[in-house]
Nanobody
Framework: VQLVESGGGSVQFGGSLRVSCAVSGYRFSDSCFGWFRQAPGKEREGVGRIDSDGSTNYTDSVKGRFTISRDNSKNTVYLQMNSLKPEDTAMYYC?????????????????????WGKGTQVTVSS
């Protein structure tokens, strides 16, 4: 299983970025995926998840600003980030459960038992 994030960068307060996660070696269309982030010295924070039917949910701090989507034809998950704030600065990681049946439970993208990629850095300046 490989998850490869891309698209991070540096933006100013209020700007936008879209990060992508290319997935291989995995039953993509059957599974949920998610994003988590980690800033230096802080714990992992789940950002949100998308289920196989396209339904999503998000942590409160990003609701209304971030959108997760997926393209099953490209085995890719996206995280669109708008109205970015300095507190959004972190390494962003794409995550998948080790088995798709876990998606029906209280699966969180920040769980240490997940598959995840190497991450992409997002930096927001004020």
């Amino acid at each position: 299983v490989q998850l490869v994030e891309s698209g991070g960068g540096s933006v100013q307060f209020g700007g936008s970025l879209r990060v992508s996660c290319a997935v291989s070696g995995y039953r993509f269309s059957d599974s949920c995926f998610g994003w988590f982030r980690q800033a230096p010295g802080k714990e992992r924070e789940g950002v949100g998840r998308i289920d196989s039917d396209g339904s999503t949910n998000y942590t409160d701090s990003v609701k209304g600003r971030f959108t997760i989507s997926r393209d099953n034809s490209k085995n890719t998950v996206y995280l669109q980030m708008n109205s970015l704030k300095p507190e959004d600065t972190a390494m962003y990681y794409c995550a998948a459960p080790v088995a798709s049946y876990l998606c029906s439970g209280s699966w969180s993208p920040s769980q240490i038992t997940n598959f995840w990629g190497k991450g992409t850095q997002v930096t927001v300046s004020s």
